[in-house]
C-alpha cells in the first residue's frame, strides 16, 4: 500500500490517492468523516475549526460500499477558498494581485524561511501553504482506510496525551486499547484520567491569556498486533524505524519512543528485558512490555506503545521576532492562525498514521488482493505463532 497526499492551506481542496487496498474492504464517507471530526475537535482549538467541517468525497476505488483493488481517491473541499481566489490563483495575474497577503517575513519555528531559501520563493506563502498542518487532514483520511482495514483483521489503535506543556498525566494500570479509546473520546483533552480534567483545560486557558503555546507527549498504543510484522535482515526493514519516521514526519514532532523509551538509558538489563512467558492457551507471551512490542525490530505480540513529542505551536499571539527577507529589517513575526495548544488533535493525526505504517507492513507480509483472503492468511499465521 502507498499513497499520496496533495493540496495547499488555503487552495481549493487537499487530495490523497491510495494504492494497494484489497478488495472487498467495506469503507464509507461516514467513517472517514467521524475521523475527520476527531481531528478537528479537542479543546484548545481555534478560528480554523469553526471556518472547517471537513467532508470526504471518494472519486475512486469504491462501488456500493466496498472497495475495488483499484487507487482509492480522496477529496476535502476547502471551504474558505473562495476568500482566497486571486491570492491562491492557479493562473497567473498582475502583479498588484500577486502582491496580495504577500509573506516577507518569516516565522520563527516554521519552514518559511529555509523553503524561500530552497525553492527560491520570494513571497514565502509559497512555503507556509504546503507545509500547513492542514495537510495532516489526509494524513487523518488515509489513516482512517488503514483502521479499517486493521479493525478487520482484529488490530485495534487508540491514542492519549500523557504529557501536558509540562504537566505529566497519571495513567491507571493495565488499560486495554478499548478502555483507552473509550476514555479519550470521552476527554476534551484527550486523557484517560478524567480527574485532571478541569486542571488541564484551566492550563490551557491560562496559556491562551499569555498568548504562548504548548506542547507535549502523545502515546499511541496498538492492540492485537500479529507477530512478526518487520524484519532485521536490513535496517529499512524494522518496522519500529518505519513507525518513528512516520510519526516525526508529523508536523511539530521531534521526538519518537517505544516502550519505557529513553528511560531505559537510565535503568538496568533487569529493569528493561522482557521475560517470556508461555501456556498452552495463549502460547508464547512476554510478563511486561519494557520494549513497546518490538524486539528486533519485528513486532513480538506484545500491543506496540509509542509516544511522540510534539513542540509548542510556532505562531504566537506575542510574537517572536523575525527579519524581513526583502528589506533585512527585524519584525515581529506575522501571525496567520494559532491555538494554544492542538495536541488531542495531534493524537488522532499520530494514530492515523501509525496505523498506515502497520497497515502497509501487513499487506506486504500476508496475501491480500482481497480482504477475505488477507484475513485467511493472518488467522492461519496467528494460529502458527500460537502453536509455535
Known amino acids: 500500500m502507498r499513497y499520496l497526499t496533495a493540496g495547499e492551506s488555503h487552495g481549493p481542496r487537499l487530495t490523497a490517492i491510495i494504492e494497494g487496498v484489497p478488495a472487498g474492504l467495506p469503507l464509507t464517507a461516514d467513517y472517514i468523516n467521524a475521523e475527520l471530526k476527531r481531528r478537528q475537535g479537542g479543546y484548545g482549538r481555534g478560528a480554523r475549526m469553526k471556518i472547517e467541517s471537513d467532508q470526504v468525497e471518494i472519486t475512486s476505488g469504491v462501488r456500493h460500499g ?9 477529496n476535502v473541499t476547502n471551504l474558505d477558498h473562495h476568500k482566497w481566489l486571486e491570492i491562491m490563483s492557479v493562473a497567473d495575474v498582475d502583479e498588484k494581485k500577486k502582491g496580495l497577503r504577500k509573506i516577507t517575513k518569516p516565522r520563527p519555528g516554521h519552514a518559511d524561511l529555509v523553503g524561500g531559501m530552497k525553492y527560491r520563493f520570494d513571497d ?11 495537510e495532516t487532514t489526509m494524513r487523518v483520511a488515509v489513516g482512517s482506510v488503514a483502521k479499517r482495514l486493521l ?5 485495534k489503535v487508540a491514542s492519549h496525551i500523557v504529557t501536558f506543556g509540562g504537566i505529566d498525566i497519571d495513567v491507571p494500570d493495565n488499560l486495554t486499547v478499548s478502555e483507552i479509546k473509550k476514555r479519550a473520546a470521552q476527554s476534551e483533552v484527550s486523557i484517560v484520567n478524567p480527574e485532571r480534567e478541569e486542571e488541564i483545560k484551566a492550563y490551557i486557558d491560562q496559556i491562551k491569556k499569555d498568548g504562548d503555546t504548548i506542547g507535549g507527549v502523545i502515546e499511541t498504543v496498538v492492540g492485537g ?10 535496517w529499512d526493514k524494522k518496522l519500529d524505524a518505519k513507525i518513528a519516521q512516520g510519526v516525526l514526519s508529523i508536523n511539530a514532532f521531534k521526538g519518537v ?19 517470556i512467558l508461555w501456556s498452552e492457551e495463549d502460547g508464547f507471551t512476554r510478563r511486561t512490555n519494557n520494549l513497546g512490542g518490538f524486539e528486533g525490530g519485528m513486532t513480538n505480540g506484545q ?10 505551536i510556532p505562531t504566537l499571539y506575542k510574537p517572536l521576532m523575525s527579519v524581513d527577507i526583502e528589506t533585512h529589517e527585524p519584525y515581529k513575526a506575522t501571525v496567520e492562525r494559532s491555538d494554544p495548544t ?6 488522532v493525526v499520530m494514530e492515523s498514521v501509525v496505523a498506515t505504517v502497520l497497515a502497509t507492513e501487513v499487506l506486504e507480509k500476508f496475501s491480500s488482493d482481497n480482504l477475505e483472503e488477507l484475513k485467511d492468511a493472518v488467522a492461519r499465521h496467528r494460529e502458527f505463532v500460537k502453536n509455535f
Open 66 to 74: 466496498l472497495t475495488m483493488g483499484g487507487p482509492i481517491t480522496l
Open 124 to 134: 514565502l506563502r509559497n512555503s507556509l501553504e504546503r507545509s500547513s498542518a492542514r
Open 151 to 155: 479493525e478487520e483483521i482484529g488490530v
Open 225 to 234: 498486533v500479529p507477530v512478526g510484522l518487520g524484519s532485521y535482515v536490513q
Open 257 to 275: 519512543e517505544f516502550g519505557v523509551g529513553f528511560e531505559a538509558g537510565r535503568l538496568k538489563g533487569s529493569q528493561v528485558m522482557d521475560e
Open 303 to 312: 500491543p506496540i506503545v509509542v509516544r511522540g513529542v510534539m513542540k509548542p
Open 342 to 347: 492542538a495536541l488531542p488533535a495531534a493524537g
